[in-house]
């Protein structure tokens, strides 16, 4: 079974920046989409941003020109820099990944990491 482990998520003053890490581990045969989702209590989960692995990318217009997603395909490994973070930005981030094992497809999701944006 595949798992997602996410780091890199902690307290930060608005404006800040921090950079989140999710590698996957397991018998993985490839990796297609990764992305990164966040939640607050009482809100769905939202898609923050994704990436292929051929490099192709979305992002959620809430954080266009401040956050980038970039991937490692042979650490398997998906990382989120997030700068000139605002407190709305405060939320669990979530690594999700579409995988393909020698077991069949798998869609794991991470434990989650906290991000506190606040003075």
């Known amino acids: 079974q595949v798992q997602l482990v996410e780091s890199g998520g902690g307290l930060v003053q608005p404006g800040g920046s921090l950079r989140l890490s999710c590698a996957a581990s397991?018998?993985?045969?490839?990796?297609?989409?990764m992305a990164w989702y966040r939640q607050v209590p009482g809100k769905e989960r939202e898609m923050v941003a994704t990436?292929?692995?051929?490099?192709?990318?979305t992002l959620a217009d809430s954080v266009k020109g401040r956050f980038t997603i970039s991937r490692d395909n042979a650490k398997n490994t998906v990382y989120l820099q997030m700068n000139s973070l605002k407190p709305e930005d405060t939320a669990v981030y979530y690594c999700?990944?579409?995988?393909?094992?020698?077991?069949?497809?798998?869609?794991?999701w991470g434990q989650g990491t906290q991000v506190t944006v606040s003075s």
């Open positions: 990436i292929t692995s051929g490099g192709s990318t």
């Open positions: 999700n990944a579409d995988v393909f094992t020698f077991r069949g497809p798998e869609n794991p």
């Open positions: 397991g018998r993985i045969f490839s990796i297609n989409v």
